[in-house]
């Protein structure tokens, strides 16, 4: 359980200022205690709002299954997840008529921020004892793919990113991250464990309103993906006051030296700290961190695990598959509700899919990569899921990519436009994350394989 404190004191700040107490926010809680009846599957639309942090941490303290999924996805990515995963309930902002015909309005929550659908189906679907938390890691690419936490992974987690940041009652955060994002949702956790308190807002650092508040309300940290801190730096953050933000935490992906330096400069100029993170969904957010005092020695670090956490290269070499062990792993993956049954397949043990070195003084640093993930603002985008949306019919295009950057492939001039308005439209993505490159033909192997390498060839 999350909330463990049921004072006065203030737990949540909503986007116009009112103030909610812990005791405020455990009573609102309290409300939906026998409202879902017995253990069911959740599915919740996320939203910058304090209704939907009483949901959320409903359904965690009375034993029900979420799946939390981002406020701008796609109807029709919607209606499949319902059809693969057949939640019990489904909370919406917004009504959906079209993806709800097996389903019926309940009661509206207060405020009307959430209406309530009931399935029409009695039957429960079956859900692994353990099964807290329903998350995505593909980003846009609607992918039905979801990683499966646990309350214990969830609570573990918590408790590790309070110790190690030495979070404190007076702490309070902002929703600067998307909270169907597990590092957005661990902000939260972690302060509200300890008895902090979260701003909730829907304002972004491009507007006054957000640094006027981070102010008003006296911030004491922020975090944020790679893409964040560019921003930052392009909006020349230095000249806004910040003067009660302590730290700064950075995750979902490495940051370029050059803006880690700047950052690090930044923070040691001004007595506060800047704290690399690294970690994934299936560890339920974090697994490792670089200490502040090596901010600089150790730069482009992932540090070491965090508390009652383990880190090893695999078979114990120099450098290879960085693998992961604690309480925080998740219990593997499911495609549809049929998954959501299966027993723990990971036991505490993630292979992370990134290739890794240890230097003698037992700090990691990321190399590479064993497969073909990249991260967009923090989001994992899987290179073949992207292709599979992008090509149809004649259209064929093929990915490669970094964090932050990904270069598409194609043959076909008129085509270009295709893609580009499916990267906006379809998946949300900015334009300049993409790179466009028209080429004669695809190289492909005797066996008929793609053949990647030979696309950097192709880059100027």
């Known amino acids: 359980e999350i909330l463990l404190n049921n004072s006065n004191d203030v737990c949540i700040i909503d986007n116009i200022g009112k103030k909610y107490s812990y005791k405020k926010i455990n009573t609102e809680i309290d409300h939906y205690k026998n409202y879902y009846g017995k253990r069911s599957l959740i599915l919740i639309i996320s939203s910058y709002t304090k209704e939907f942090i009483v949901q959320y941490l409903?359904?965690?303290?009375?034993?029900?299954?979420?799946?939390?999924?981002n406020e701008n996805i796609d109807d029709e990515l919607l209606k499949k997840i319902i059809t693969k995963y057949k939640p019990n309930y489904i909370l919406l902002r917004n009504v959906k008529k079209n993806i709800l015909k097996k389903y019926n309005l309940q009661k509206k929550t207060k405020k009307d921020v959430y209406k309530i659908y009931k399935s029409i189906d009695n039957k429960k679907i079956k859900l692994n004892n353990s099964l807290a938390l329903l998350l995505s890691t593909s980003g846009s690419t609607g992918s039905l793919k979801f990683v499966k936490q646990t309350y214990e992974n969830i609570n573990a987690n918590t408790k590790s990113i309070s110790k190690y940041l030495n979070l404190k009652p007076n702490d309070r955060s902002v929703t600067s991250l998307p909270l169907n994002y597990s590092y957005g949702l661990s902000v939260v956790n972690s302060h509200l464990y300890i008895g902090g308190s979260i701003y909730i807002t829907s304002s972004n650092i491009l507007e006054k309103k957000f640094w006027n508040d981070l102010f008003k309300y006296k911030i004491s940290n922020l975090n944020g993906v790679p893409y964040f801190f560019e921003i930052l730096k392009k909006i020349n953050f230095e000249k806004f006051n910040l003067t009660h933000i302590n730290f700064f935490t950075q995750a979902g992906g490495p940051l370029e030296k050059k803006l880690n330096r700047y950052l690090i400069n930044f923070c040691k100029r001004n007595k506060k700290k800047f704290i690399v993170m690294y970690g994934q969904t299936e560890a339920t957010s974090r697994i490792s961190f670089l200490p502040w005092k090596f901010a600089l020695t150790k730069i482009g670090s992932i540090g070491k695990a965090i508390p009652g956490g383990s880190l090893k290269i695999k078979n114990n070499k120099k450098k290879g598959e960085l693998i992961y062990q604690g309480k925080n792993v998740s219990i593997g993956y499911s495609n549809n509700f049929q998954d959501l049954n299966f027993p723990d397949s990971n036991v505490g043990t993630l292979y992370t899919g990134d290739i890794a070195k240890k230097d003698k003084d037992?700090?990691?640093?990321?190399?590479?990569?064993?497969?073909?993930?990249?991260?967009?603002?923090?989001?994992?985008?899987?290179?073949?899921?992207?292709?599979?949306?992008?090509?149809?019919?004649?259209?064929?295009?093929?990915?490669?990519?970094?964090?932050?950057?990904?270069?598409?492939?194609?043959?076909?001039?008129?085509?270009?436009?295709?893609?580009?308005?499916?990267?906006?439209?379809?998946?949300?993505?900015k334009i300049n994350?993409?790179?466009?490159?028209?080429?004669?033909?695809?190289?492909?192997?005797t066996n008929g394989k793609l053949l990647y390498s030979k696309l950097n060839e192709n880059i100027k």
Not at 392 to 406: F, P, S, V
């Open 362 to 429: 037992g700090f990691f640093y990321i190399i590479g990569r064993i497969n073909r993930n990249v991260k967009i603002y923090g989001f994992r985008i899987n290179l073949d899921d992207l292709e599979n949306k992008l090509s149809n019919g004649n259209l064929k295009c093929a990915c490669i990519g970094k964090d932050d950057l990904i270069t598409i492939f194609f043959t076909e001039e008129m085509h270009k436009k295709i893609i580009i308005n499916k990267l906006v439209k379809f998946f949300k993505f």
């Open 433 to 445: 994350n993409f790179k466009l490159v028209l080429i004669k033909k695809l190289p492909y192997s």
């Open 58 to 69: 409903s359904c965690l303290k009375f034993g029900h299954a979420q799946i939390i999924l």
